[in-house]
């Protein structure tokens, strides 16, 4: 079992930039895929970004690419989405996944999820 915490979130102008935080516990931590999905009202949950388990590899979706950068430290088993140039479109509850597959991008490949936390950007 992986429990997941997500903090982090608020209310940010556009281009401002938030970093969000994912601490875990159970099982250890730095043997697991781990990533982050948004859910925006009345959407799908998307894919925001993914790394490996040493975290050497990272994914992201076209629409943050060269703004979002994702880490981890296995140190202190915790993930982190560092988010830069907000937009609104950028508004969402974010969710913390682990258990997946190397650069999983369909949420249903994950087995553990956090509760998520919410990015809402002001125009």
């Known amino acids: 079992q992986v429990q997941l915490v997500e903090s982090g979130g608020g209310l940010v102008q556009a281009g401002g930039s938030l970093r969000l935080s994912c601490a875990a516990s159970?099982?250890?931590?730095?043997?697991?895929?781990m990533g982050w999905f948004r859910q925006a009202p009345g959407k799908e949950r998307e894919f925001v970004a993914a790394?490996?388990?040493?975290?050497?590899?990272?994914y992201y979706a076209d629409s943050v690419k060269g703004r979002f950068t994702i880490s981890r430290d296995n140190a202190k088993n915790t993930m982190y989405l560092q988010i830069n140039s907000l937009k609104s479109e950028d508004t969402a509850v974010y969710y913390c996944t682990a258990d997946g597959p190397l650069n999983g991008r369909r949420w249903d490949a994950y087995i553990y999820w956090g509760q998520g936390t919410q990015v809402s950007v002001s125009s």
């Open positions: 790394i490996s388990w040493n975290g050497y590899s990272t």
């Open positions: 159970g099982r250890t931590f730095n043997s697991i895929n």
